[in-house]
């Protein structure tokens, strides 16, 4: 992939490609031109074969991503003036390769949310956990709230959307919000290992149960993916198919004999 983006970096390693927010000046908030940045670059992804794992980490070391920044955009209650910050969400939950958020320091706001909505999250030990929408009038009605509720539980969730507390990666770890702590200067080599002992699994394998998962919350969406993408490909390629294709084309009674056993 070569396309040069305004605020993240991507690189392949392997079969590991790397999502870099790149705003470390403004905590790595993630504006209008990342949330989309995010969502092509995703997008890309989906479309080859190279990349078996996601990774999505924040420039320097003190910020994973503090939320987001709505500066510079339109004034106005229309959809113009609403930050894309679920088109980013979405690409992350509907890419059929798993998503690794590898938080780097402060995951803040949405930044918190940012690393639910990721399959695995692994931390450095000085990592910093925290919901920070009812002290600044705002909110996040979806992901940051089920997703939140299926890692923590429903009553640890609301005391994290009502009291705001502030959690290292250790306390993240012991309620279930993460997957995995590593000292500071072990990050990016335990985030690797990871990373490539998940792509030495089975790909179809994989997009099929990461279907199955977002099928719960997704509906008609996820349930689609799971059916469509995963079992109606291989389902085209069956004796079956190829019989009952073939004898609609030639206009003849399909051969029970040859849909296979």
């Not at 992804?45 to 339109?74: H, L, P, Q, W, Y």
């Not at 919000?177 to 990050?187: A, S, Y």
């Amino acid at each position: 992939m070569t396309h040069q983006y305004k605020t993240i970096l991507y690189a392949e390693d392997g079969p590991v490609g790397t999502i870099t927010l790149n705003r470390p000046d403004d905590g790595n908030m993630f504006n209008e031109t990342m949330c989309h940045e995010i969502r092509d670059c995703i997008n890309e992804i989906r479309r080859e074969t190279r990349t078996r794992v996601v990774v999505i980490t924040g420039a320097g070391d003190r910020f994973f991503c503090i939320g987001g920044d709505k500066s510079g955009m339109e004034d106005t209650m229309l959809y113009p003036g609403v930050l894309p910050t679920l088109e980013m969400y979405e690409s992350i939950d509907r890419l059929q390769k798993p998503v690794i958020a590898s938080v780097n320091g402060f995951a803040v706001g949405g930044g918190n949310v940012l690393q639910v909505v990721c399959d695995l999250t692994i931390a450095k030990e000085s990592a910093v956990f925290r919901q920070v929408g009812p002290m600044m009038g705002s909110f996040d009605a979806g992901y940051g709230t089920w997703y939140l509720e299926d890692l923590v539980g429903k009553k640890r969730a609301k005391e994290i959307w009502y009291l705001n507390p502030k959690m290292s990666a250790a306390d993240a770890l012991a309620i279930g919000l993460i997957n995995k702590v590593v000292p500071d200067d072990q990050l990016a080599a335990e985030t690797r290992k990871m990373a490539l002992e998940i792509a030495e699994r089975g790909p179809f394998a994989l997009a099929a149960i990461k279907g199955a998962f977002n099928a719960r919350h997704g509906g008609v969406s996820g349930l689609s993916r799971v059916a469509h993408d995963m079992l109606l490909r291989g389902h085209l390629e069956t004796d079956e198919c190829k019989e009952m294709s073939a004898s609609f084309k030639e206009k003849r009674k399909p051969d029970p004999e040859k849909f296979g056993h």
